[in-house]
């Protein structure tokens, strides 16, 4: 019994074997990458910026894509790494006597973990130390090893004066739990929290007059 193989489908089938033929992952791996469609139309701009300039000198040619790509450098430097190269260096800055380097993520999560253990003076304390490292971070306030928690909280006022009284506040509990022995409790825990959230999302008050930083 013989069987005989189609060989010559009709549009619609021959279609359908098309596309399943592209949808094997050789195909899908052959496909150009977003970075590849990017550097295609960059080139592509360039041709069309210099297909007229036939009797432009080749040097003169050159030195504009020299400086075009130095652009994009500084501008890729600028916009990621020297953010992230600040970031990274606030982050370093000890914090009170201890020498506290961690940054303030670590410092939150810290806070999170005591605060579901029910430990709340070391959840106050944690939480008032990722207040300090974030003004850090954000170059709002200067500290040194033994800068205090009322210097950093009376510093924060001059960007945050709305906040003044809540920055004392906090300050004094971080002290009392650390140094005087207080239990502290859930409901000063979140009443930090909630102005540590607030003043991380917020952005400071008349910087340009005030300047990057404020020195403590």
């Known amino acids: 019994m013989r069987i005989e193989i189609p060989v010559d489908p009709d549009a619609e089938e021959a279609r359908r074997w098309l596309i399943d033929e592209l949808a094997k992952p050789e195909y899908r791996a052959a496909e150009p990458s977003w970075f590849d469609r990017l550097m295609q139309r960059i080139g592509e701009w360039l041709g069309e ?3 007229g300039a036939g009797g432009v000198p080749q040097p003169f ?3 504009i894509v ?6 994009l450098v500084v501008i890729g430097l600028l916009v990621f790494g020297v953010p992230r190269l600040r970031r990274r260096r606030a982050a370093q800055v000890p914090l009170f006597e201890d020498g506290d380097v961690r940054g303030l993520d670590e410092l939150r999560r ?4 005591a605060a579901q253990r029910g430990d709340w003076p070391l959840a106050i304390e ?3 130390r990722a207040l300090a ?3 850090t971070e954000r170059e709002l306030v200067r500290v040194h090893p033994g800068t205090t928690a009322h210097a950093i909280a009376a510093a924060a006022t001059t960007p945050f004066p709305e906040h003044a009284a809540g920055l004392q506040q906090a300050a004094r509990a971080f002290d009392e739990v650390r140094y005087l022995g207080r239990s502290g409790g859930a409901a000063e825990y979140e009443q930090l929290t909630a102005l540590e959230t607030v003043i991380a999302t917020t952005p400071p008050v008349d910087a340009v007059a005030h300047g990057p930083a404020v020195p403590v």
């Open 49 to 51: 910026l210099f297909s």
């Open 66 to 71: 020299v400086l075009i790509v130095v652009a």
């Open 126 to 128: 944690e939480r008032f």
């Open 133 to 135: 490292r974030g003004l």
């Open 61 to 63: 040619v050159i030195g």
């Open 110 to 113: 810290a806070a999170a973990l």
